[in-house]
């Protein structure tokens, strides 16, 4: 990346280069081969040359030449490569020591986005919402959060369902809004059991259901981990006062019905660069706070 702003550059996580030229193993080709293999589009030996270049293993020590091939790399999907420059990206939102410099951060996200990355479609939604590397644009929020929906992605299945409960950026639309809370809360994704407890509770998008809205809180609030875990366990309780003791029992049976199901499973999760963030950020919303 020619002219990469000074600015930019002093936010490499190097800690993180360092752990990551420890923990691979000895390259195990020259420099030269390694950069035959990226200039052909290798995203691993893209990752590597960056390393490399970071760290001044075999070259000279050049930042600027590490990220170029870094951004490379993530847009040819290396997931190490977007790691480090999420990670980077981070600290333009929670380092004050760091200028901010969203042009220069945006580049590779636009990139990582455009060749199909899900995390990055995600994110430069978010960024279309706040209006940050970017004019705000609601639809064009909708537009990336729907690329990596329709991937499977689980984080953007609920900020799409968002868009649609709020009308913003799409027409209001409570049955779409349900659609992708459902898609996503049935990969086990916390935030969006809690949003279909929600719209249970309240008959929109679906028929209201105290039982479902009761069973959902639930296994939002089954995990612990996550950090409006709190909120999850109010909105269970008092989605519990609805139900008659029958109705209670009916709910358990459903949950352990589902714990079984997905006995094992491997629950979506937002990588811990990605999480930080949005919580940089600030809240973008739910879709509406318990009654």
């Known amino acids: 990346m020619n002219g990469t702003s000074p600015r930019f550059l002093r936010i490499i996580p190097l800690g993180i280069v360092l752990l990551t030229v420890l923990a691979r193993p000895a390259f195990s080709e020259d420099i030269k ?43 040819h999907g290396s997931t190490e490569a977007q790691d480090i420059l999420e990670t980077m990206y981070v600290r333009q ?88 809370t459902r898609k996503a809360a049935e990969q086990g994704y916390a935030p969006a059991q809690r949003d279909l407890g929600v719209l249970y509770a309240e008959g929109k998008g679906v028929s209201q259901d105290n039982v479902q809205s009761y069973f959902w809180y639930s296994m939002a609030a089954s995990r612990p981990e996550e950090k409006e875990h709190r909120l999850y366990l109010i909105g269970k309780d008092r989605a519990a006062k ?3 003791p029958e109705q209670l029992e009916k709910t358990q049976d459903m ?25 940089g950020l600030g809240r973008f919303g739910q879709v509406t706070s318990p009654q």
């Open 33 to 75: 081969t390694l950069t035959e293999k990226a200039k052909v589009g290798d995203p691993e030996a893209q990752f590597t040359l960056g390393v490399s270049y970071a760290a001044g293993h075999g070259v000279p020590k050049d930042l600027s030449e590490a990220v170029k091939w870094w951004v490379m790399a993530a847009a």
């Open 93 to 180: 939102f929670k380092d004050p020591g760091v200028p901010r410099d969203y042009s220069e951060a945006m580049k590779w996200l636009v990139k990582a986005a455009e060749q199909g990355s899900p995390g990055a479609q995600d994110l430069l939604g978010w960024m279309y919402c706040k209006g940050q590397g970017v004019p705000e644009d609601y639809a064009e929020a909708a537009k990336w959060f729907r690329k990596a929906a329709e991937q499977g992605y689980a984080a953007a299945q609920r900020d799409l369902a968002i868009l649609y409960f709020r009308g913003e950026g799409v027409p209001q639309d409570f049955a779409e809004a349900a659609k992708w």
């Open 242 to 244: 609805k139900l008659t």
């Open 255 to 279: 949950i352990r019905e589902w714990e079984e199901k997905h006995r094992g499973s491997e629950y979506p999760h937002l990588s811990s660069a990605h999480v930080r963030i949005k919580k």
